[in-house]
């Protein structure tokens, strides 16, 4: 499914560069639960960032789904990502004003999803996370643990083909981030493709692999029975 050959990724401020990903080569298939590990500053929210074609690469070749990213225009790029990427990110990134239950309509709206379609959808991905009773709460009127919940069934409404989250439960608190990993769980049983970054080795032990970056390079590639929770 995933498919990077050689990845390399540079950032350039004024005169300074610095090589955040360096010759990255690796796959993900369908159905994995595969952490990114490291330590701050080795490069995984950049490889999170490209993965989810949020950002573009140097050189190297990325495949999703046998789809050629670096061939892709700006519009078709923003099309493949709705349609195939769900992000969770670790400040939640919820819109404030709106209801849980518009934030979740969100990906369908820049899908082109008719309202109706739009509220049923979005009301079974919220009762999926355990929070059909508070679809007209706004996100200040509920928990940490709640929001990042949102977040996630925002993040699968439209079926990605994968889910990304970059330290999904770096704001939380260790029981609640258990709920999370759960529902991750679940969702990787059901069939979801997850890739999350932690630096938190007792995070990683409920995923399936385990990749560890050291200064932009792949140093580890780990298979692992994971702990159920
Ligand atoms: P991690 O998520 O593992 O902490 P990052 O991918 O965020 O690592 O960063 C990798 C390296 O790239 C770090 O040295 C960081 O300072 C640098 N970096 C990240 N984003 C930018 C940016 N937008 N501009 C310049 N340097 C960046
Ligand atoms: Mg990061």
């Known amino acids: 499914m995933i498919e990077l050959k050689n990845i390399v990724k540079t950032y350039r401020t004024g005169d300074e560069s610095l090589v955040a990903l360096d ?11 595969t952490a990114i590990m490291g330590p701050s500053g ?5 490889l999170m960032n490209i993965l989810g074609l949020l950002d573009q690469f140097d050189s190297g070749t990325y495949f999703l789904n046998g789809v050629d990213v670096s061939k892709l225009s700006d519009n078709e ?12 990110f670790q400040s939640f990134n919820l819109m404030p ?21 739009r509220k049923k959808r979005a009301l079974k991905a919220l009762e999926r996370v355990g929070l059909a009773n508070r679809v007209k709460h706004k996100p200040n009127e509920i928990s940490g643990g709640q929001k990042q919940r949102v977040a996630i069934a925002r993040a699968i409404v439209n079926n990605p083909s994968v889910l990304m989250a970059d330290e999904p439960t770096g704001n939380l608190d260790s029981k609640t ?34 990749l560890s970056f050291f200064d932009g390079a792949l140093k580890e590639d780990h298979s692992q029975i994971p702990e159920i929770i």
């Open 42 to 46: 080795s490069g995984k929210s950049t």
């Open 23 to 33: 010759d990255v080569t690796l796959s993900i298939t369908d159905g994995e639960f």
């Open 77 to 88: 790029g923003a099309h493949v990502r709705n349609k195939e990427v769900g992000f969770v």
């Open 177 to 210: 981030a258990i709920g999370i990993l759960r529902i991750f769980q679940e969702l990787n049983v059901e069939g979801t493709t997850i890739v999350m970054v932690t630096h938190e080795p007792e995070v990683a032990i409920y995923t399936k692999r385990i």
């Open 97 to 117: 004003r709106m209801t849980l239950l518009e934030n979740v309509e969100l990906p369908m709206i820049y899908a082109g999803i008719p309202a109706k379609e």
